[in-house]
């Protein structure tokens, strides 16, 4: 997958070659309900980005599997799976 990754905070860290948000500048709920936010993947730090698409928004953990290759795993739609 070749998405753009992008965060909203001006700290950020770089792991296998994304950018992620780090743990003091996580995504909230309110954040989420009230921008406006354009395509592209969001971190909010430890592998968990939301994904923003003209179809709707979708959590998705993003992690290095076997041999260091990148692996997605989706966890549900937004607003449905929310923050916790």
């Not at 309110?30 to 980005?49: A, E, H, M, V």
């Amino acid at each position: 997958m070749n998405a753009a990754i992008s965060t909203r905070h001006s700290g950020v860290s770089h792991h296998m070659g994304i950018n992620m948000a780090r743990a003091s500048n996580k995504l909230t709920d309110t954040w989420l309900k009230r921008s406006k936010i354009d395509n592209g993947i969001y971190g909010d730090g430890d592998g968990l980005y939301l994904r923003v698409q003209g179809s709707g928004r979708s959590w998705v953990y993003i992690y290095a599997g076997a041999g260091g290759k990148r692996r997605e795993m989706g966890l549900g739609a937004y607003p449905s799976v929310g923050l916790a």
